[in-house]
């Protein structure tokens, strides 16, 4: 080889910059896997029908499948001994039949092999998403209302629309009963045992109380019984009618309409047809509740949860961060001691996460929760109100763990401040505290917005410690209702990280909710590549500002 | 004009609004400095607090003497069984003649007394079931026995708790007849299960006999009916001295009055078998005590020197189960007079002739307390349920009541960070296995394998991390052009924001089966990479002079090379398969011996180095883009090429940046938490081989914590785990900063 070559360092400058581009390739590489898996999972699939031959030496024994491809995988011939072909690899699709009630499984592998045919995509093949149960696929053949055929064959789409938005009105307004009204129904009879049971602690539980607590009672249970009867009557409503429909291995089945969400002709839909059903997908995603184990369904109480817990954080870490930045750099005597602190505030920020969560769940939900709940809520105990995980301990156990972050990002801009705007102040006889509120701050503001926006950024991608000090992967209410005092500091939450790791790993079917985790993990780095990228717009503008000033 | 000022000035509202101002000044540096201090407070908390937990585990135990009162109607006779009921309000004295007396402990006042057996008949001898179940029997001069169970039942009346003591009889009121030839049963055991029930006995004439009592309850009129099986078996000059049949009802331990141990498999009891006899005690001494530890697996044996030594069985080369000795405690130098094995833990205490009393861990191999209880013997001592209060008593009639303070014995240097020889493992092994789905389940709190988890999930980390930060720091800092580097640098630095959960997710679920797939792929791409970047630089120079590319492109002309390469290595990775591998790299790997789990140490290092590639890359980049251009200019002035002013100058100048950056790396790294919960199976396995999986200390706490009881031993442990990580990033974090300081002092004098 060219000896002069090889001495000038050259092809060492050429592999150094492999690794650059090989970190650039990977992070390219990450993001547009999420990206492209988390954005394709709402566009209509098509749905295909082919005949396969289940054992692989009888090939003449098919059975007709009919299912969507999910994955297409490449396996070396050399470990499938029991397929015979020249190819050095094997094809074998992941096929997602749906119809678990019906199949036992609703994912399958088949090789390319044992396709006895070329697949079609029939138009009038149905997908139905429903309540529980996972899709559904097969043949529409007729619509039954009480029991009774009412249209079948090319009918009986025409008419299914009609009828399933009838049932979806109806679905829509039970929800609103349970959910809501009955939920406020519960939630103040559960006041009122807790009142009782504080009278009867305090022994004031006489004989005037007992009538009125009584008569509340009475008047709750009486308008739970009515709202109980107009459910029974919608749910009768709701049952009236049902769709038929042939599945893959040729029974007829019937679904009754009030478990389905929607349902939809894959392989007849248009360009446009897809589109629409591919934003209305998106917004089912951000809007609604989950469903089936979080497998199906939005992430909205993920998405509410993490926002509020990271919104509870910023109102407790702003303020703390600043304090300690100002004192350590404006009033705290600059020596050996600042400077220790200093070091050990920036090494915190590198102590791990679930560091953090033990503390939290050690110091905030037992020690403080669980006293808290002995003064003021002796009532509800032995069952804990604050001592056990909840969405203040998270985002107080959060705000700990982000605030060395705020505390070095305000002193930085605390220190480019030059001095000589401080002088000025003083010389025309501010007093310090004046200097510092009327001209540091504001000049420093940018470098603690650009604080509190890593701190919310590092937050809500945080897992770990909030594992341990308050979230769930089901939460049966939001943090903020409609009942009194609306927001539920107390109450468990949703959070998008975790539901990443819940759905992807605890779940009994991970097969049908990778996809949804992968939407979510998008959802999830957009919004924390879009809060650094702000950090460091607000950082890089800062620095210009005072540059500019610097010159002056 | 000076005058006007100064009266403006000096206006009583003027000068109030002053001192308003100086007021508001003091108040806002006071609350300034007390809010600052405040919150550096709060934050080092977090060290103290979690200290504060830990720090029970390392204090010792005490005892501590309650009460001491003459032995409850000592007149009746010498004392064959005591017991303490769950509560410490009640004890219950047996004596030789079978009367129980049942007494407060907090005075001695007799609440009951009952004789369990009319006066006629005579007690030759007297068993105990294991600890927990508190079945007793008596074997009777006339070859029959009585089987009873002291009741403690607990009422409330009100929020006043009444514990009435009872006697129940499982076996029914009337003695059940063990010995058909009516001769007294001079030794005896007892254990009763659901349907099975076992006697085991030892006759006047030196028959050892096998009873198993079959209880069936009718359906139709709900009455019971045993049916009995039994045989014997001679022992000719055997003397024996204890009977320990443990709860199973499948094994018996015999010990005679030579130091000796039988071990009989009694499974069957028409046809019991000796297994094995063995010496437990040094020639010349006897055996004193012999108990169970709770959980009836192993033996306590005491000797007449004062040494209990812990046995239990173990299975051989040839798959034999044979009687080991596993530890043993020699802190007593008097006979052990008694031993009484707690009934939820695997501790035990025991007392000896010379009126010591002794308390110890079997699993933290540690000799937990010795306390001297009176001067002259001990005759026995009980332990609560609870283990927090000891019944004593002594020869000279005192029965004293101690408390017992022992809440974490299962913490020892030895049972954290030692080879632990647990019960029904062949050998001493590390092993962390917290959960209890019973009493009798040994916790196995073996850090060690989760500090080794830690440390290997850390070292592949930083095997991919190091290479990649660094090398491709030096180019961005050193050799790329600025208008690339401002879009690199902030690429990279994205990566670090990315939530970790989801570079476990992506390993676990999607990189693991890739990887699985794709072996060999994986490993022809480390070749590749380097070999193929070489070429392609080699042929560069004979593309006419792009001027563009040596001024910093590089990196821009090898992405697509590197997806080439990628490429080019997944797709002849299987040829290279089957031409080294026989086609099959995994199944390759097992017949080396080489085990694979999908999710492993090599997922794990791929995922988090990525993860800790950015921060790694930004301190390095930091500390070589800072170096100053006098000392780089110089060198190349002099004639030397770009990299030997890298190799020779920047690289020397900076290494302790570099230095740094690999510590905080290394901090990160053993941190982590969510990356190696999901991308490894989570096992705490001792074993360094990449295609493993490992557990780390951060992932541990992040699956037990939640369900681990408050302020238990695991608790704390879990507590010590995170301030084992809390010392561990903070140490190297600090040695970091502390290095980058030194660095940037010597720069700035350069």
């Known amino acids: 080889m060219n000896n002069g070559w090889w001495r000038s360092g050259e092809p060492w400058i050429w592999l150094t910059a492999a690794a650059v581009s090989i970190s650039v390739v990977v992070v390219g590489a990450l993001l547009s896997l999420i990206a492209v898996r988390g954005l394709g999972h709402f566009w209509p699939k098509a749905v295909m029908e082919v005949n396969y031959a289940v054992d692989l030496k009888n090939p003449n024994n098919t059975v007709r499948l009919i299912g969507e491809i999910r994955e297409i995988e490449s396996v070396p011939s050399t470990r499938v001994p029991e397929i015979k072909t020249e190819g050095e690899w094997l094809t074998r699709y992941l096929i997602k039949t749906g119809n678990r009630d019906h199949l036992g499984l609703d994912f399958r592998w088949i090789w390319e092999a044992q396709l006895s045919q070329t697949p079609s995509y029939p138009e009038n093949i149905i997908a139905v998403e429903r309540r529980e149960w996972g899709n559904f696929y097969g043949y529409l053949l007729a619509i039954k209302e009480n029991g009774q055929i009412v249209s079948e064959g090319e009918n009986a789409w025409t008419d299914l629309s009609e009828r399933l938005k009838r049932v979806l009105t109806l679905h829509q307004e039970t929800v609103h009963i349970e959910k809501f009204e009955i939920g406020k129904i519960n939630y103040e009879l559960e006041q009122l045992r807790l009142y009782q049971r504080r009278l009867e602690l305090a022994n004031a539980y006489d004989a005037v109380k007992q009538a009125e607590i009584a008569q509340d009672k009475t008047e709750l249970e009486h308008s739970y019984r009515q709202l109980a009867d107009t459910l029974v009557i919608r749910y009768q409503d709701m049952q009236r009618d049902s769709l038929v429909a042939q599945i893959m291995d040729g029974r007829e089945v019937e679904i009754p309409l009030s478990k389905i969400v929607r349902v939809y002709q894959p392989n007849a839909m248009s360009l446009v047809e897809k589109s629409g059903f591919y934003l209305t997908k998106v917004g089912e995603f951000l809007w609604d509740d989950p469903r089936e184990a979080n497998t199906e369904g939005g992430i909205f109480p993920a998405i509410f949860g993490t926002v509020m817990m990271v919104f509870i954080m910023s109102i407790i870490v702003t303020p703390f961060g600043v304090i300690a930045a100002v004192y350590l750099r404006e009033y705290a005597k600059q020596g050996f001691l600042t400077r220790t602190i200093r070091v050990a505030v920036n090494n915190l920020a590198g102590v791990p996460a679930v560091v953090y969560g033990v503390f939290g769940l050690g110091f905030f939900v037992y020690f403080i929760g669980g006293t808290l709940d002995q003064i003021f809520y002796p009532e509800v105990l032995p069952a804990p109100t604050f001592g056990t995980p909840g969405l203040i301990w998270a985002s107080l156990t959060l705000a700990i763990l982000t605030v060395p972050v705020v505390i070095v990002s305000t002193e930085e801009g605390l220190s480019r401040i030059p001095s000589s705007i401080r002088e000025g102040s003083l010389a025309l006889g501010a007093t310090k505290a004046e200097t510092l509120w009327r001209t540091i701050l504001p000049m420093a503001s940018p470098a603690i917005m650009t604080g509190l926006i890593l701190a919310i950024a590092r937050a809500a991608g945080e897992v770990a410690p909030l594992m341990l000090v308050g979230v769930v992967k089901l939460a049966p209410s939001l943090v903020v209702d409609a009942n009194y005092p609306f927001l539920h500091l107390e109450r468990k939450f949703m959070h998008l990280g975790f539901h990443i790791y819940d759905v992807g790993f605890q779940s009994p079917n991970v097969e049908a909710a990778r996809p949804l985790v992968y939407a979510t993990a998008l959802l999830l780095v957009a919004v924390i590549i879009i809060l650094n990228l702000t950090a460091i717009a607000i950082r890089n503008h800062l620095r210009e500002k005072y540059k500019a000033l610097e010159t002056v | ?750």
């Open chain 2, 1 to 750: 004009m000076n005058n006007l000022i100064t009266s403006t000035l000096n206006q009583p509202n003027v000068i109030r609004h002053r001192k308003w101002r100086m007021i508001k000044d003091r108040i806002a540096k006071h609350s300034m400095t007390f809010g600052g201090i405040s919150i550096i407070i709060a934050i080092v908390l977090i060290f103290f607090y979690l200290l504060y937990v830990v720090l029970p585990l390392l204090l010792p135990a005490s005892m501590k003497e309650i009460q001491a009162f003459p032995i409850p109607l000592k007149e009746y006779g010498e004392t064959v069984y005591l017991a303490i009921e769950e509560k410490n309000v009640l004890g219950l004295r047996i004596t030789e003649h079978a009367q129980a007396i049942f007494f407060q402990t907090r005075d001695g006042k007799i609440v009951l007394e009952r004789s369990l057996l009319p006066k006629e008949i005579k007690v030759t001898s007297f068993a105990m079931a294991n600890a927990g179940s508190h079945v007793l029997a008596f074997g009777l001069q006339d070859g029959r026995a009585l089987v009873i169970k002291p009741v403690f039942k607990i009422t409330y009346e009100g929020d006043l708790r009444v514990i009435t003591p009872e006697i129940v009889y499982p076996m029914g009121e009337e003695p059940l007849t063990i010995d058909d030839r009516g001769q007294a049963l001079t030794h005896l055991d007892v254990q009763l299960g659901d349907e099975e029930n076992t006697l085991i006995a030892v006759t006047a004439d030196n028959r050892l006999l096998f009873s198993g009592f079959t209880k069936t309850v009718s359906f139709f009129d709900e009455s019971v009916n045993i049916e009995k099986v039994n045989s014997e078996l001679a022992l000719q000059q055997a003397k024996i001295e204890h009977l320990l049949l443990e709860k199973g009802q499948k094994t018996l331990y015999v010990a005679d009055d030579k130091g000796q141990i039988w071990h009989i498999d009694v499974t069957d009891k028409t046809a019991p078998q000796i297994l094995q006899r063995v010496r437990v005690v040094p020639a010349g001494l006897k055996i004193t005590a012999l108990e169970f530890l709770t959980g009836d697996i192993s033996l306590l044996v005491g000797d007449s020197e004062g040494r209990i030594s812990q046995w239990f069985l173990v299975r051989d080369e040839k798959n034999n189960q044979v009687l080991t000795k596993i530890r043993e405690f020699h802190e007593q130098d008097q006979a052990i007079t008694s031993i009484s094995s707690e009934e939820r833990r695997k501790g035990f205490l025991a007392t000896d002739a010379g009126g010591k009393l002794g308390l110890y861990h079997s699993t933290a191999h540690e000799s937990i307390l010795q306390v001297s209880i009176s001067a002259g013997p001990l005759t026995r001592a009980v332990i609560s349920p609870r283990a927090d209060t000891a019944l004593i008593e002594d020869k000279e009639g005192l029965l004293k009541v101690w408390h017992i303070e022992n809440r974490h014995p299962e913490v020892s240097l030895s049972s954290l960070w030692g080879k632990v020889w647990y019960e029904s493992h062949e050998q001493p092994k590390y092993i962390w296995q917290s959960s209890a789905a019973n009493s009798d389940f040994e916790p196995k709190f073996s850090l060690t394998p989760l500090m080794f988890g830690t440390l290997k999930g850390a070292f592949y980390a930083m095997l991919i991390a190091i290479p990649l930060a660094i090398l491709g720091a030096l180019y961005t800092a050193y050799f790329m052009s600025p208008s690339m580097r401002k879009l690199v640098k902030p690429t990279i630095e994205i990566m670090e924001a990315l939530p970790t959960v989801i570079l476990g997710f992506l390993a676990g679920l999607w990189l693991a089966p890739i990887v699985e797939t794709h072996l060999p792929g994986v490993f022809a791409l480390l070749i590749f990479l380097p070999l193929g970047v070489l070429g392609f630089a080699y042929l560069w120079q004979f593309v006419p002079k792009q001027h563009w590319v040596s001024e910093g492109w590089h990196s821009a002309v090898l992405i697509p090379v590197i997806i080439l390469l990628s490429w080019a290595a997944f797709a002849t990775g299987h040829s290279l398969e089957i031409l080294l591998f026989g086609g099959d790299m995994r199944q390759w790997l097992t017949d080396q011996g080489i085990d694979f789990d999908q999710r492993n140490a090599l997922v794990v290092g791929i995922a988090m180095g990525l993860a800790i590639i950015p921060c790694i890359f930004s301190i390095t980049e930091d500390a070589i883009f800072s170096v100053p251009k006098h000392l780089t200019s110089g060198s190349l002035a002099l004639g030397a090429t770009p990299w030997q002013t890298m190799i020779r100058i920047v690289i020397l100048t900076a290494s302790p940046g570099i230095f740094s950056a690999v510590m905080i790396g290394i901090g990160r790294a053993v941190g982590e938490t969510m990356i190696v919960l999901m991308a490894t199976g989570n096992t705490a396995i001792m074993d360094f081989n990449i295609f493993e999986g490992l557990r780390t200390l951060s992932a541990n706490i992040a699956v037990e914590m939640p369900e681990s009881e408050v302020n238990s031993t695991h608790y704390r442990l879990l507590f010590l785990s995170g301030l084992v990580l809390f010392i561990f990033t903070f140490f190297f974090n600090t040695l970091a900063e502390i290095v980058r300081q030194r660095l940037r002092r010597k720069y700035s004098s350069l």
